[in-house]
C-alpha cells in the first residue's frame, strides 16, 4: 500500500497520525518507516518533517532503520530484572546469535529492549510484535523463538 492509500484509508488529518505511521511501518517490507516515506507523508499532510521524525523518535515502537520481520521486545523494567530479565537476555542472545538491538542474519528478527509492558504479574516477560510471553525461563524462550520460526511466516 502507498503513503497516499494509507493516508487516504485512515484519514488526512493529524489526530491519525500515529495510525498512518503504524500502517506505514507494517507496509514497509523491513518493519522502519523510510526517509522518501516521511517526506511524502509530510507533503500529503502538510506538515514538516521534522514534525514527523520527533514523533518517531518519542515512540519506540517505530524505527528507521530497518528490522527484522519480527520485533523482540524484552522488557528491562525493575521488576522483570528483579525476576531475572538479564539471563531472558542472555538466552534470546544466544538462541538468535545477535546482541540487543540487533537483527539477525535471515532478516526473521530484531532484538530490541523495552520498558515495562504492563505485564509485571507474570515477569519476566518480552512482547513478540503483538503477543506477550510471560513467566520466561531459558527453555521457553528457545521453544517461542523455535515455534514462530517454524511458523515460517509473517
Ligand atoms: S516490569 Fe516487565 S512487564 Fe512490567
Known amino acids: 500500500m502507498t503513503v497516499s492509500e494509507i493516508v487516504d ?3 488526512n488529518n493529524r489526530e491519525n497520525l500515529l495510525q498512518i505511521l503504524h500502517d506505514i511501518q507494517d507496509s514497509s517490507g523491513d518493519n522502519s ?7 511524502e507523508l509530510a507533503k500529503i499532510m ?12 518519542f515512540y519506540t515502537m517505530f ?3 530497518p528490522r527484522g520481520r519480527h520485533i523482540i521486545r524484552l522488557c528491562e523494567s525493575p521488576p522483570c530484572y528483579i525476576m531475572g530479565s538479564e539471563n531472558i537476555l542472555d538466552a534470546l542472545q544466544k538462541k538468535l546469535g545477535v546482541k540487543l538491538g540487533e537483527t539477525t542474519p535471515d532478516k526473521k528478527f530484531t ?10 504479574g507474570v515477569a519476566p516477560a518480552m512482547m513478540i510484535d503483538d503477543e506477550v510471553y510471560g513467566n520466561l525461563n531459558a527453555k521457553k524462550v528457545s521453544e517461542i523463538i523455535d515455534s514462530i520460526s517454524k511458523s515460517g511466516g509473517n
Not at 33 to 39: C, G, L, N, Q, S
Open 33 to 39: 518507516i523510510h526517509r522518501d516515506a516521511i517526506e
Open 46 to 57: 502538510d506538515i514538516t518533517v521534522a514534525d514527523i521524525t520527533g514523533t518517531l523518535s
Open 111 to 120: 532484538l530490541e529492549p523495552s520498558s515495562c509492558l504492563g505485564t509485571c
Open 63 to 65: 524505527s528507521t532503520k
Open 9 to 11: 484509508r485512515r484519514g
